[in-house]
């Protein structure tokens, strides 16, 4: 059983950065692949970026990529995105989830564990 809770949401003016981090707790965290999905208000929760297990090998959606770096730390148990030249359109509650299968995959049914998710506001 995986655990997760994120932080580091908030309000940001366009053009801002955030650091969201997602601390997971219980057993094996570095054997499982972690990603981040977000969802708008009236939208489909989509995916924003996902990491391997020893952070070798990271993914993105067309929407984030060069402005969006996700990372994790396995000794302190945590996940990371950095958020750049933040946008209107990145609004949303961005949401930490856990794979245990090897192979990172975009599509959110296939992760096991979730957080509660946090708010992230840009003003244009």
């Known amino acids: 059983q995986v655990q997760l809770v994120e932080s580091g949401g908030g309000l940001v003016q366009a053009g801002g950065s955030l650091r969201l981090s997602c601390a997971a707790s219980?057993?094996?965290?570095?054997?499982?692949?972690m990603a981040w999905f977000r969802q708008a208000p009236g939208k489909e929760r989509e995916f924003v970026a996902a990491?391997?297990?020893?952070?070798?090998?990271?993914y993105y959606a067309d929407s984030v990529k060069g402005r969006f770096t996700i990372s994790r730390d396995n000794a302190k148990n945590t996940v990371y995105v950095q958020m750049n030249s933040l946008k209107p359109e990145d609004t949303a509650v961005y949401y930490c989830?856990?794979?245990?299968?090897?192979?990172?995959?975009?599509?959110?049914?296939?992760?096991?564990?979730w957080g509660h998710g946090t708010q992230v506001t840009v003003s244009s």
């Open positions: 989830a856990a794979r245990t299968n090897p192979y990172a995959s975009s599509r959110d049914n296939e992760y096991d564990y």
């Open positions: 219980g057993r094996s965290f570095s054997r499982h692949v």
């Open positions: 990491i391997s297990w020893s952070g070798g090998r990271t």
